[in-house]
């Protein structure tokens, strides 16, 4: 066989039971079936004395009996139309019980067993097709010396050592069958095809069958219907985000191998010209024959495409050329949106070393409604990738039943961009609504797609409709906003939520620019731990920055359990969500308990506790409680209402403001006003304004004592007063409020070792043109970058290793002291212990491990703040012999492992320089179990 299509190899054809049964002295057997032979058709010359059929377009034994058959046309049904598996489950088990002993009879015998009671064409077809795919030819013990010709076990001999082929193996049972076929040659993409390449005749050449049934000719390709492809271990597929779709080792590989694939079964045509292009046009059964040049630049569509219905949008060609980004769009069929499922696979394409390194965060694949999954495909470098897009129906209950593939397609990417980052990291569930919000009781009513797209002020509202009947107040719900790029990190206090009306409501604030994970949570009174339930990519094109909302409100906003039961009622605010611009927000309840108590607290990201209770005025009027908040700057505030019966304070209304400071002018007050207001003093440009000093020295006491939120409200005291004669000291104090924020964000940052947050101080800093104010806190913020930057760097250089190169240094039999040394160090920083890694097998297996466990993947999540400083000194001391020279002679792929750790040891050594003195190094469990027991 060449290729995953079986060869071209000349038969000859005999009477083939007489002939072959006085050949091996055997008594001739009269046949059962087939008194007179059918006929054999090829589209080549089968043997020389075929000869051509013009009507039929092939060649053929008997050419008069030929040309009575039907010429090659489409069918006029499809396979489903024909075609229910199940109504074929006695013929399937009969034929796959087929007992043994007729391997050594003549093939008369073997079509007689599978054809009896069989009355109709297609069910005859089925119980060959059937037979022939349960055949394991490559792990029978077929013997090398040749067989009896007479006996089927010759038919699977030739197979076995390429003198023959499944196609040519259907011919003949069908002739004894008496049903027409077709032995049909030409190009396939199969296991030896790389998507884009130009197909040659020896390399992709294959042969398979077309049968009549019912007057329509029906496509069948045995061997592929008995083999996966993509056949060896080594060559398998690992799915990159979700571990329910992965395969599972040897065991799944021989199952695919040997299974029955039902897509090769009738095949309908535009299904089969995927795949198959018969040498033959007319072959192709299609009324527009597609032309070899199409057949070859063509969108590379696999079985998967078609059993799910899928209709493909965009691109058409299998080969993309792009710069930085490109996109692929595929139409589903909306009644079973909900019901399919897609994963990706990203590779580099096989370099001439054969590398296929992959990139798991450059794709985003979404549904951008019922009926579209839209994917976007990003690289950073100028190269060429290959795609695979995978999917199954959740439907079907079938254990054999898995991802597989829909669309593969050649990526070549023209230009290499530094800032081209990775899309958030895809959860297990995937990007938008879908199944598991559903089956939570959730509908989408704002976004419906994966992505949300916001060009303003970084502040979203995402609405979902409650379907089910459950107390929604009781529902613990949560939200979670992780940035994008190259470190993904959690983001607290960035989302709120509250239930209003019978709907569920999150508010989002981004902080800058950029694109972030929106990753939403549900918990029902008898789950044990919260769900993930539905997920966003959010991309934020916002001119601003915005706060984090204050902490403690992510419980849920608007009332509390004790609300009703203390007897209160809202009167101002029903909604715990308040967007304002007025500078005095005024919320009033209703008590109608008078032995309850109120209180109010406010909190934000500039207030501190003394100073709110400045802030807050409380009135009360029979039973109307009213607060007065006064809001001093641009922000998001915090507001919690407490009740009082006698047994402590209880939570009872929670709101979040959001207040943004309206520039209006504040209008001229009418005549009729004129009276109620002070008259101006007689020299204004004399009279100083009393409030003047007090602002002025509090701005100055402020500057002082380095209270950024005393200065912000000092200098919104003085643009307020509107004064021309104070704009030096409002741009005095605006300069030290820039120094403020500039030094405490490049300590924070440089404290976090936030790579993000030191390159946006930094930047701060520089727009504020405040660096020479800053001079020390502006050192030790780029050093920290240029750490950061370095382990960065390291780290990408071993995600960067290629699989053969991980799997040289996993072949070690016996590993050079230098190698062994090294990956012990690597995998005692990822939580593996000496004793553990000491045996090289131990290595071995960790090395070998896929998804999720894979030592890139676990490199690639590696915190280092979470590395012990103890356990980092010991990895140190496992490398400490040897140099890096030593290592690289060995093993190129150990010298990128010695680089990761030293460097990485050295960063943790830096970050604990006053106490590394006073720590002992540890590589084993054991100590640390000696010393707890002591």
């Given at each position: 066989?060449?290729?995953?299509?079986?060869?071209?190899?000349?038969?000859?054809?005999?009477?083939?039971?007489?002939?072959?049964?006085?050949?091996?002295?055997?008594?001739?057997?009269?046949?059962?079936?087939?008194?007179?032979?059918?006929?054999?058709?090829?589209?080549?010359?089968?043997?020389?004395?075929?000869?051509?059929?013009?009507?039929?377009?092939?060649?053929?034994?008997?050419?008069?009996?030929?040309?009575?058959?039907?010429?090659?046309?489409?069918?006029?049904?499809?396979?489903?139309?024909?075609?229910?598996?199940?109504?074929?489950?006695?013929?399937?088990?009969?034929?796959?019980?087929?007992?043994?002993?007729?391997?050594?009879?003549?093939?008369?015998?073997?079509?007689?067993?599978?054809?009896?009671?069989?009355?109709?064409?297609?069910?005859?077809?089925?119980?060959?097709?059937?037979?022939?795919?349960?055949?394991?030819?490559?792990?029978?013990?077929?013997?090398?010396?040749?067989?009896?010709?007479?006996?089927?076990?010759?038919?699977?001999?030739?197979?076995?050592?390429?003198?023959?082929?499944?196609?040519?193996?259907?011919?003949?049972?069908?002739?004894?069958?008496?049903?027409?076929?077709?032995?049909?040659?030409?190009?396939?993409?199969?296991?030896?095809?790389?998507?884009?390449?130009?197909?040659?005749?020896?390399?992709?050449?294959?042969?398979?069958?077309?049968?009549?049934?019912?007057?329509?000719?029906?496509?069948?390709?045995?061997?592929?219907?008995?083999?996966?492809?993509?056949?060896?271990?080594?060559?398998?597929?690992?799915?990159?985000?979700?571990?329910?779709?992965?395969?599972?080792?040897?065991?799944?590989?021989?199952?695919?191998?040997?299974?029955?694939?039902?897509?090769?079964?009738?095949?309908?045509?535009?299904?089969?010209?995927?795949?198959?292009?018969?040498?033959?046009?007319?072959?192709?059964?299609?009324?527009?024959?597609?032309?070899?040049?199409?057949?070859?630049?063509?969108?590379?569509?696999?079985?998967?495409?078609?059993?799910?219905?899928?209709?493909?949008?965009?691109?058409?060609?299998?080969?993309?050329?792009?710069?930085?980004?490109?996109?692929?769009?595929?139409?589903?069929?909306?009644?079973?949106?909900?019901?399919?499922?897609?994963?990706?696979?990203?590779?580099?394409?096989?370099?001439?070393?054969?590398?296929?390194?992959?990139?798991?965060?450059?794709?985003?694949?979404?549904?951008?409604?019922?009926?579209?999954?839209?994917?976007?495909?990003?690289?950073?470098?100028?190269?060429?990738?290959?795609?695979?897009?995978?999917g199954k129906d959740v439907t079907v209950r079938d254990k054999t039943y898995d991802y597989d593939w829909i669309a593969i397609y050649k990526l070549v990417f023209g230009k290499d961009d530094d800032s081209i980052e990775p899309f958030p990291e895809c959860p297990i569930i995937g990007w938008g609504p879908g199944r598991a919000m559903m089956?939570?009781?959730?509908?989408?009513?704002?976004?419906?797609?994966?992505?949300?797209?916001?060009?303003?002020d970084g502040k979203i509202e995402v609405k979902f409709g409650t379907t089910s009947d459950k107390d929604w107040n009781k529902v613990k719900i949560h939200g979670e906003l992780v940035k994008g790029g190259g470190e993904s990190e959690p983001l607290p206090d960035h989302v709120i939520h509250r239930v209003e009306n019978g709907d569920v409501?999150?508010?989002?604030?981004?902080?800058?620019?950029?694109?972030?994970?929106?990753?939403?949570?549900?918990?029902?009174?008898?789950?044990?731990?919260?769900?993930?339930?539905?997920?966003?990519?959010?991309?934020?094109?916002?001119?601003?920055?915005?706060?984090?909302?204050?902490?403690?409100?992510?419980?849920?906003?608007?009332?509390?359990?004790?609300?009703?039961?203390?007897?209160?009622?809202?009167?101002?605010?029903?909604?715990?969500?308040?967007?304002?611009?007025?500078?005095?927000?005024?919320?009033?309840?209703?008590?109608?308990?008078?032995?309850?108590?109120?209180?109010?607290?406010?909190?934000?990201?500039?207030?501190?506790?003394?100073?709110?209770?400045?802030?807050?005025?409380?009135?009360?009027?029979?039973?109307?409680?009213?607060?007065?908040?006064?809001?001093?700057?641009?922000?998001?505030?915090?507001?919690?209402?407490?009740?009082?019966?006698?047994?402590?304070?209880?939570?009872?209304?929670?709101?979040?403001?959001?207040?943004?400071?309206?520039?209006?002018?504040?209008?001229?007050?009418?005549?009729?006003?004129?009276?109620?207001?002070?008259?101006?003093?007689?020299?204004?440009?004399?009279?100083?304004?009393?409030?003047?000093?007090?602002?002025?020295?509090?701005?100055?006491?402020?500057?002082?004592?380095?209270?950024?939120?005393?200065?912000?409200?000092?200098?919104?005291?003085?643009?307020?007063?509107?004064?021309?004669?104070?704009?030096?000291?409002?741009?005095?104090?605006?300069?030290?409020?820039?120094?403020?924020?500039?030094?405490?964000?490049?300590?924070?940052?440089?404290?976090?070792?936030?790579?993000?947050?030191?390159?946006?101080?930094?930047?701060?800093?520089?727009?504020?043109n405040v660096e020479n104010r800053l001079t020390e806190e502006v050192v030790r913020a780029k050093a920290m970058l240029d750490r950061l930057r370095n382990i960065a760097k390291l780290m990408h250089a071993v995600l960067g290793l290629d699989q053969k190169t991980i799997a040289e240094i996993r072949g070690y039999q016996h590993p050079p002291?230098?190698?062994?040394?090294?990956?012990?160090?690597?995998?005692?920083?990822?939580?593996?212990?000496?004793?553990?890694?000491?045996?090289?097998?131990?290595?071995?297996?960790?090395?070998?491990?896929?998804?999720?466990?894979?030592?890139?993947?676990?490199?690639?999540?590696?915190?280092?703040?979470?590395?012990?400083?103890?356990?980092?000194?010991?990895?140190?001391?496992?490398?400490?012999?040897?140099?890096?020279?030593?290592?690289?002679?060995?093993?190129?792929?150990?010298?990128?492992?010695?680089?990761?750790?030293?460097?990485?040891?050295?960063?943790?050594?830096?970050?604990?320089?006053?106490?590394?003195?006073?720590?002992?190094?540890?590589?084993?469990?054991?100590?640390?179990?000696?010393?707890?027991?002591?």
């Amino acid at each position: 066989m060449i290729g995953m299509g079986c060869g071209s190899s000349k038969i000859t054809v005999r009477e083939h039971d007489i002939e072959g049964q006085k050949q091996n002295g055997e008594k001739p057997r009269e046949n059962k079936v087939a008194p007179e032979l059918g006929r054999l058709l090829s589209t080549y010359q089968l043997i020389p004395s075929f000869k051509e059929c013009a009507e039929l377009h092939c060649f053929a034994d008997d050419v008069e009996k030929a040309k009575l058959l039907p010429p090659p046309v489409p069918p006029t049904t499809k396979k489903h139309e024909i075609f229910d598996i199940n109504k074929y489950k006695k013929v399937d088990e009969r034929a796959v019980k087929a007992p043994s002993k007729l391997l050594k009879q003549p093939l008369s015998n073997l079509v007689e067993y599978l054809t009896e009671g069989l009355e109709d064409d297609l069910s005859k077809v089925r119980a060959i097709y059937r037979w022939v795919t349960c055949q394991p030819v490559d792990s029978m013990k077929i013997p090398n010396k040749e067989p009896s010709q007479s006996h089927t076990m010759f038919q699977l001999w030739r197979i076995k050592h390429r003198k023959g082929n499944y196609a040519q193996l259907i011919s003949l049972l069908c002739r004894f069958a008496q049903l027409p076929c077709i032995i049909i040659h030409g190009k396939l993409k199969g296991s030896t095809y790389e998507v884009g390449e130009k197909l040659d005749e020896e390399q992709h050449y294959g042969e398979w069958n077309a049968v009549l049934v019912d007057g329509n000719w029906r496509f069948i390709n045995a061997y592929w219907g008995t083999c996966a492809e993509g056949g060896t271990e080594e060559e398998m597929w690992e799915v990159v985000d979700k571990g329910d779709g992965e395969l599972k080792g040897d065991q799944q590989s021989r199952q695919l191998f040997y299974s029955c694939d039902e897509n090769y079964f009738l095949t309908d045509p535009d299904q089969m010209v995927s795949t198959h292009l018969p040498s033959q046009p007319s072959w192709q059964l299609l009324a527009n024959p597609v032309t070899e040049d199409d057949f070859t630049e063509n969108a590379f569509l696999k079985d998967r495409f078609f059993n799910m219905n899928l209709k493909l949008k965009k691109p058409k060609k299998c080969v993309v050329m792009c710069q930085s980004e490109t996109e692929l769009v595929f139409e589903i069929p909306k009644e079973r949106s909900l019901n399919l499922d897609f994963q990706h696979l990203l590779f580099r394409m096989k370099s001439t070393q054969g590398n296929l390194p992959r990139y798991d965060r450059y794709v985003f694949l979404q549904r951008t409604n019922d009926e579209t999954l839209q994917i976007r495909v990003r690289s950073p470098v100028a190269d060429t990738f290959r795609f695979e897009l995978v999917g199954k129906d959740v439907t079907v209950r079938d254990k054999t039943y898995d991802y597989d593939w829909i669309a593969i397609y050649k990526l070549v990417f023209g230009k290499d961009d530094d800032s081209i980052e990775p899309f958030p990291e895809c959860p297990i569930i995937g990007w938008g609504p879908g199944r598991a919000m559903m089956e939570f009781g959730l509908a989408p009513m704002s976004h419906f797609g994966g992505e949300i797209k916001n060009k303003d002020d970084g502040k979203i509202e995402v609405k979902f409709g409650t379907t089910s009947d459950k107390d929604w107040n009781k529902v613990k719900i949560h939200g979670e906003l992780v940035k994008g790029g190259g470190e993904s990190e959690p983001l607290p206090d960035h989302v709120i939520h509250r239930v209003e009306n019978g709907d569920v409501i999150f508010n989002v604030n981004t902080p800058k620019t950029g694109e972030y994970a929106l990753k939403l949570y549900a918990k029902g009174e008898r789950d044990k731990e919260a769900k993930n339930i539905c997920n966003y990519m959010i991309t934020s094109e916002q001119k601003g920055e915005n706060y984090a909302f204050p902490r403690g409100f992510q419980g849920g906003l608007g009332p509390k359990e004790a609300f009703n039961s203390l007897g209160l009622r809202a009167l101002s605010h029903q909604s715990g969500m308040i967007e304002t611009d007025e500078e005095v927000l005024e919320i009033s309840f209703e008590k109608t308990n008078e032995n309850i108590e109120l209180s109010l607290s406010l909190t934000g990201n500039t207030i501190r506790p003394e100073m709110a209770k400045r802030l807050i005025e409380e009135t009360v009027e029979g039973n109307i409680v009213t607060y007065k908040v006064r809001l001093p700057q641009t922000g998001n505030y915090g507001i919690k209402v407490m009740g009082n019966r006698g047994r402590g304070n209880e939570n009872v209304y929670d709101y979040v403001v959001q207040y943004k400071k309206s520039h209006k002018k504040k209008s001229k007050p009418s005549q009729n006003a004129a009276s109620e207001m002070p008259k101006p003093p007689p020299e204004p440009q004399v009279q100083r304004d009393p409030r003047l000093t007090e602002y002025i020295q509090t701005m100055k006491r402020a500057i002082q004592e380095q209270n950024e939120t005393d200065l912000e409200l000092a200098l919104d005291d003085l643009k307020n007063l509107g004064l021309p004669t104070v704009k030096d000291e409002i741009q005095y104090g605006e300069t030290e409020l820039d120094v403020m924020r500039c030094r405490r964000e490049l300590n924070e940052a440089t404290e976090l070792k936030d790579m993000d947050a030191l390159k946006s101080a930094l930047q701060l800093t520089k727009t504020k043109n405040v660096e020479n104010r800053l001079t020390e806190e502006v050192v030790r913020a780029k050093a920290m970058l240029d750490r950061l930057r370095n382990i960065a760097k390291l780290m990408h250089a071993v995600l960067g290793l290629d699989q053969k190169t991980i799997a040289e240094i996993r072949g070690y039999q016996h590993p050079p002291p230098a190698v062994h040394h090294v990956m012990m160090a690597s995998l005692l920083l990822l939580g593996h212990w000496e004793e553990e890694t000491e045996d090289w097998k131990n290595v071995q297996i960790a090395l070998g491990k896929l998804g999720k466990d894979s030592i890139k993947r676990k490199i690639q999540e590696l915190k280092v703040n979470d590395i012990p400083l103890d356990v980092a000194l010991g990895a140190r001391d496992l490398i400490r012999d040897f140099t890096l020279d030593q290592v690289r002679m060995v093993s190129a792929g150990g010298a990128t492992f010695y680089i990761w750790v030293r460097g990485l040891t050295e960063e943790i050594e830096k970050r604990n320089a006053e106490i590394v003195h006073t720590v002992r190094p540890r590589t084993s469990q054991r100590r640390k179990d000696k010393t707890s027991l002591g």
